[in-house]
């Protein structure tokens, strides 16, 4: 009785384990983290000029490049429903189509004095 009553809980405990979401790989909680950080960014308003260069330094160091990371990202995990999921909730176009000129605006700027 008591092998019966330990192996149905056994049971019931690895069932639960493996009904449990599985977490996100590492390289879509990354993007995943650095996404939402860049689309904080772009909804900030730039109310006086330092607040524009911290916005822009901000989402340089956040935006680049996301478009392409994302698209990577929907390639490889296309057979895993739960990280198209999350991906599926990303905006695939964010950054400009020159981005020669994004990568040379980012290059030009600065940190803000008070984060140094």
């Known amino acids: 009785m008591k092998r019966t009553a330990l192996a149905l809980i056994l049971f019931a ?54 478009d392409a990371s994302l698209a990577g990202l929907k390639r490889k995990y296309r057979t895993n429903a739960k990280v198209m999921k999350e991906l599926g909730e990303f905006e695939p176009k964010i950054e400009p189509d020159d981005r020669a000129t994004a990568r040379e605006f980012c290059r030009r700027t600065r940190k803000p004095e008070w984060q140094k």
């Open 13 to 66: 405990v690895v069932g639960q384990a493996q009904a449990a979401p599985s977490p996100l790989p590492r390289d879509v909680k990354d993007f995943v983290s650095r996404r939402e950080s860049c689309d904080h960014w772009r909804g900030e308003p730039s109310y006086d000029d330092e607040r524009k260069s911290e916005i822009a330094w901000a989402s340089c160091q956040s935006c680049q490049g996301t």
